[in-house]
């Protein structure tokens, strides 16, 4: 890139004049060196006492402080630049009546535009650069002192327009501008300062565009015009021609356009001209008459003719940039002689012909940059005669013929880039060992030749694709430490990969491809933590894909396609964040790694007639049931599915197990809204118990007429015998009626061996009688032994009623009631209706004889609409 000029180049001849215009002969009238004092100990105050200042004190006098410049004995010069002040201006110091120099640069000065400076009367050099100054520069600016030569408000915030007061300084010679936030435009009356010589406007990107006035054309004593970076349009002035003492001129980065001013090339005293990147057109102006152009950068313009052979009489010109443009013919050979030419840069134009023979042996050339163009031929032999050259770029060109041996001594060369040419021949030897070399590109040419076995120990790029190199990587490519980009892919290397190459730390970039590579690839990848691609497609390399790629934390392209690789694609693959992989036309089998079983990498496994899928992919078949194999799974992501699993079932299982409690208790609720109890005793549980223990578990008898259930109602371990009848349906209002009133009268009798019934619970459909729980079972289980299972609780209990109190055999029902008046009285009612047989089975076996009918029913319909007792 084209050096910049920086915002203060060196002062011209003629400032040594106006240098000693600041120390006056005559000095204005001198307040006493206790009053100067006072002044400057105050001043140092109100800046907030700098560590800076120190040395100023009453201890010495101030014509001996450093910041002090003094003239016959009076204060003229204060210079406070770089002491990080961030106080106001103080407004003592136009107290300092004789001052001429005020240098505020480099601080951090806040507020508006000075004003306060107006008082300083005598001031001729004024510095405000590099602070932080606010607002616009004052309408009436012109109010400064009238001898002000030298204004520098560079490097701050200003806004607004440049007002046109600043115009109205007849003695102003210095005026700089550069690098503030206007966003207005800059005045014509600046072509009105007869004597100025400076004019630096540059980095005003926000200035409204505008065209260069023609008044500037009048400034006949500016030397250094600089005005980069400010919105120009339009053409340059034709009036240009004015600016006779003209030495710098840089328009570059604008808008400009139209021809170059014929009369800009014949300004005597013009060194510098920088109009680089506008839309200028048109041709270069001939003829050239600045014989002192030192410097000339015209590129990235739409210039187009031819380079005129007038430059070859610009025996000063060290930098020649005309790239980026659309010129034509070929370079004249006056060119090469220039004895002074250092940067010559012609480069994307449509230049063509041969190169001048001579370049390079007449002057200390150090860039060479033609590419792009239609040039034929050779290269100059002798480009590097003085042993300054750092480039060689030639790329893109018709060039033919071999590199110069005569680059192998060019000690100074960091780059050469050749590639599509049509160079031919073996590359000198002492080229890849060029110390200082660090780019090497010279693909598509037909060079020939081996790899080199050393390469120069800062060479970080080898491009080398499209040529005819033959025989094998070198064993020693371990040594190309430094190598970021190796491409060598369309030639003929042939043999195995080197472990080796796999030890280059810092390796960004392999390219292999279109060889004739063998073997496998190396199992064991030493070194490539950094490589971003890895491309060896179309060689003969077979074998496993090795899992240490898988490891490689940072590579995003990878291509192995064409070759013979078999077995399957490691799992390890799939961790990595490929955004291109193309695996195509190997011997490749098993599943494809679930993380590329997608429809994004399509096209990345075509002919593979083993490989299969999971889900459907172009041109690669669905994996069977056989196939799918867990196995294929890598640990992780197996572990992952398997703890997601457990945790879904127990989720499930949970959720199922609130919602089944959830719909029991509703339809417990439900339930229990549709029974009705009857009680005829006192009990501590509710329906709700009796309802709930109406399970299987419970079930501890069944007949022809219901169940009977053994139900806890509470922790204690009470328990009650729940009886439910069995009905076919519902009976009629007058049944169910007459099966209350006897349920109502079972309930109300009292006998010491009877069981009482507790309680009666009904609803539509289903009748429960509640009683007593008498752990002992039936009498006719005792008589039945081989009724009684061996895990009867009662089974091995000794029954000790007297053998007089037993019946025999079955008794009639008159026999039981003469046995219950035996017994003990009834108290209660009698029995309206009893049946025509009844057994042992109501007698339950206790300390104590009970009747019970809770092992049979009392009153239930039968099919025919009957009941019995």
Not at 41 to 66: A, R
Not at 498 to 521: E, H, I, K, R, Y
Not at 546 to 570: M, Y
Not at 624 to 644: E, G, Y
């Amino acid at each position: 890139m084209t050096k910049l000029p920086s915002p203060l180049p060196p002062l011209p001849a003629p400032f040594l004049y106006f240098l000693l215009t600041l120390m006056p002969f005559l000095v204005i009238s001198q307040p006493p060196a206790d009053q100067t004092q006072t002044i400057l100990l105050t001043i140092k105050q109100q800046l907030g006492n700098p560590p800076q200042l120190s040395s100023w004190s009453t201890s010495s006098p101030p014509c001996s402080w450093l910041e002090i410049t003094c003239t016959g004995g009076a204060v003229t010069g204060l210079n406070l630049t770089n002491y990080n002040i961030t106080e106001l201006i103080p407004p003592s110091i136009c107290d300092l009546k004789n001052l001429t120099l005020l240098d505020l640069s480099f601080n951090y000065f806040p507020g508006n535009f000075p004003t306060i400076l107006y008082n300083c009367s005598n001031l001729q050099h004024l510095d405000l650069s590099q602070n932080i100054f606010v607002g616009p520069i004052p309408s009436d600016v012109d109010r400064l002192s009238s001898s002000l030569r030298y204004i520098d408000v560079g490097a701050n915030n200003f806004s607004g327009n440049i007002p046109p007061a600043i115009g109205r300084m007849p003695e102003l010679r210095f005026l700089k501008l550069y690098s503030n936030q206007f966003n207005g435009s800059f005045p014509a009356e600046i072509g009105n300062l007869s004597n100025l010589e400076y004019l630096s406007m540059p980095y005003n990107s926000l200035f409204t565009p505008a065209k260069i006035p023609p008044e500037f054309g009048k400034l006949k004593k500016l030397t250094f015009l600089w005005i980069t970076y400010a919105n120009l349009i339009g053409a340059i002035p034709a009036n240009f021609s004015g600016l006779s003492s003209l030495e710098y001129l840089d328009l570059s980065y604008n808008d400009l356009e139209g021809p170059i001013p014929k009369a800009l090339f014949q300004l005597k005293n013009l060194s510098v001209v920088y109009l680089y990147k506008n839309r200028l057109s048109g041709g270069i102006p001939t003829p050239i008459e600045s014989l002192n152009l030192t410097e000339i950068d015209l590129s990235t313009n739409t210039l187009s003719g031819s380079i005129p052979e007038d430059f070859g009489k610009l025996q000063q010109l060290e930098i020649l940039h005309l790239h980026f443009n659309q010129l034509s013919g070929e370079i004249p050979a006056s060119i090469g002689l220039l004895p002074a030419l250092k940067n010559f840069r012609v480069f994307s134009n449509q230049l063509n012909g041969t190169l001048p023979p001579e370049m390079g042996v007449h002057s200390n050339l150090k860039e060479f940059q033609v590419c792009d163009n239609q040039f034929t031929g050779a290269l100059p032999e002798n480009l590097c005669f003085r042993r300054r050259l750092t480039g060689v770029v030639a790329f893109s060109n018709n060039l033919a013929g071999e590199v110069p041996e005569s680059l192998t001594k060019c000690v100074t060369l960091r780059t050469i880039k050749l590639y599509g040419n049509n160079f031919s021949g073996e590359i000198p030897a002492g080229i890849y060992t060029l110390f200082n070399l660090s780019d090497l590109m010279i693909s598509n040419n037909s060079f020939t030749g081996n790899l080199p076995s050393e390469l120069g120990w800062n060479l970080s790029r080898l491009e080398i694709s499209d040529n005819k190199f033959s025989g094998q990587i070198p064993s020693a490519v371990s040594s190309w430490v430094r190598l970021v980009v190796f491409m060598a892919s369309n030639n003929q290397l042939s043999g195995e990969i080197p472990v080796g190459l796999t030890n280059l730390p810092q390796l960004n970039t392999l390219n292999l491809a279109g060889n004739s590579l063998t073997g496998d690839f190396p199992t064991t990848i030493l070194s490539w933590e950094n490589i971003n691609t890895l491309n060896l497609s179309r060689n003969r390399l077979s074998g496993p894909i090795p899992a240490e790629i898988g490891n490689l934390p940072n590579l995003l392209n990878l291509d192995l396609s064409e070759n013979r690789f078999a077995g399957q694609i490691p799992a390890e693959i799939g961790q990595l964040r490929l955004t291109n992989l193309n695996l195509s036309s190997n011997q490749l089998s098993g599943q494809i790694p679930s993380a590329f079983d997608n429809l994004a990498f399509n096209t990345s496994f075509l002919n593979n007639p083993n490989l299969c899928a999971t889900t459907p992919i172009p041109n690669v078949r669905f994996c069977s049931s056989k196939t799918r194999k867990s196995n294929d799974l890598s640990p992780k992501i197996f572990a992952l599915i398997l703890v997601f699993a457990v945790l879904l079932f127990f989720f499930t299982a949970l959720l199922t197990f609130f919602m089944v409690r959830d719909y029991r208790r509703k339809k417990l609720k439900r339930n229990l809204a549709a029974w009705k109890l009857t009680s005829f005793q006192r009990f501590n549980f509710t329906k709700a118990n009796i309802l709930a223990g109406l399970t299987e578990n419970n079930l501890i008898g069944s007949g022809g007429s219901g169940k009977i259930y053994r139900v806890a109602v509470n922790n204690s371990g009470d328990y009650v015998a729940v009886k439910k009848i069995w009905t076919k349906g519902k009976l009629d209002n007058k049944l169910e009626k007459e099966f209350l009133a006897e349920v109502d009268i079972l309930g109300t009798i009292r006998h010491c061996n009877i069981v009482k019934l507790l309680c009666c619970i009904s609803s539509e459909d289903s009748k429960l009688l509640v009683y007593e729980y008498m752990e002992n079972q039936s009498l006719d289980k005792w008589l039945h032994v081989k009724k009684r299972r061996e895990t009867d609780p009662a089974r091995h209990i000794v029954l000790d009623w007297p053998k007089s109190t037993l019946p025999s055999s079955r008794p009639s029902m008159k026999e039981v009631l003469q046995m219950l008046h035996r017994i003990g009285p009834v108290e209660g009612s009698e029995v309206k209706k009893v049946g025509t047989e009844y057994d042992a089975a109501p007698l339950l076996a206790s300390a104590n004889k009970y009747l019970s009918s809770y092992t049979r029913s009392k009153k239930v319909a039968d099919e025919d609409g009957d009941y019995v007792v």
